[in-house]
């Protein structure tokens, strides 16, 4: 079955550049999605086919991927940026696969 | 607009069978290429996607849990239903209801209903 690896953690300053990893044998021929998930609320799409935004999502979230890996950021990380996000992708045995999930500290 | 809500039991005993509904709207399941899937998450934990329904009534099933899981559709009612079959305790999650597109990504998510299993 295919899987996707995430740090269980990060943690940045205020203003710095977070980026969050997800590894995935040959991820970056397949099409990587983030979701951000604040304490007590549902998941929310912030990029999908690897580096597309969501309406409404703020421009400082982009998104890359290529050969095994697939990179969220978000430069300039704010205060509300905290919460846990994860990758996930589509694989043709195991369909949807998410990540173990990343928790995003900002402080 | 779309929104999804899901409903069912909170409480369930080891063995039995859980029955979640999702009732959505701003979208049809008769419209070529959507889909309505469900993804859970247990206390603390990831998200695990579990099963998801076509507008063409091809179901798909998570290969862990495939032998207890049945998704079905009432484009009707604009309802998506999920069983699982012989609940355990390990089964304790928050289930979620959401759209997507093809084998897209997941775009629009209910807000999710915590079923518990305790005997």
């Known amino acids: 079955s295919y899987e996707l690896t995430q740090p269980p953690s990060l943690s940045v300053s205020p203003g710095q550049t977070a980026s969050i990893t997800c590894s995935g044998d040959k991820l970056g021929s397949k099409n990587a999605a983030w979701y951000q998930q604040k304490p007590g609320q549902s998941p929310v799409l912030v990029i999908y086919?690897?580096?597309k935004r969501p309406s409404g999502i703020p421009e400082r979230f982009s998104g890359s991927n290529s050969g095994d890996t697939a990179t969220l950021t978000i430069s300039g990380a704010q205060a509300m940026d905290e919460a846990d996000y994860y990758c996930q992708t589509w694989d043709i045995g195991t369909e949807w696969v998410f990540g173990g999930g990343t928790k995003l500290t900002v402080l | 607009q779309i929104t999804l809500k899901e409903s069912g039991p909170t409480l369930m005993k080891p063995t039995q069978t859980l029955t979640l509904t999702c009732t959505f709207s701003?979208?049809?399941?008769?419209?070529?290429?959507?889909?309505v899937g469900w993804i859970r998450q247990p206390p603390g934990k990831a998200l695990q996607w579990l099963a998801l329904i076509y507008w063409d009534d091809d179901a798909r099933y998570s290969p862990s849990l495939k032998t207890r899981l049945t998704v079905t559709k009432d484009t009707s009612k604009n309802l998506v239903v999920l069983t699982m079959t012989n609940m355990d305790p390990l089964d304790t999650a928050t289930y979620y209801c959401?759209?997507?597109?093809?084998?897209?990504?997941?775009?629009?998510w209910g807000q999710g209903t915590l079923v518990t299993v305790s005997s």
């Open positions: 086919q690897d580096s």
């Open positions: 959401a759209h997507t597109m093809g084998s897209g990504p997941f775009d629009s």
């Open positions: 701003g979208f049809s399941l008769t419209t070529g290429g959507v889909g």
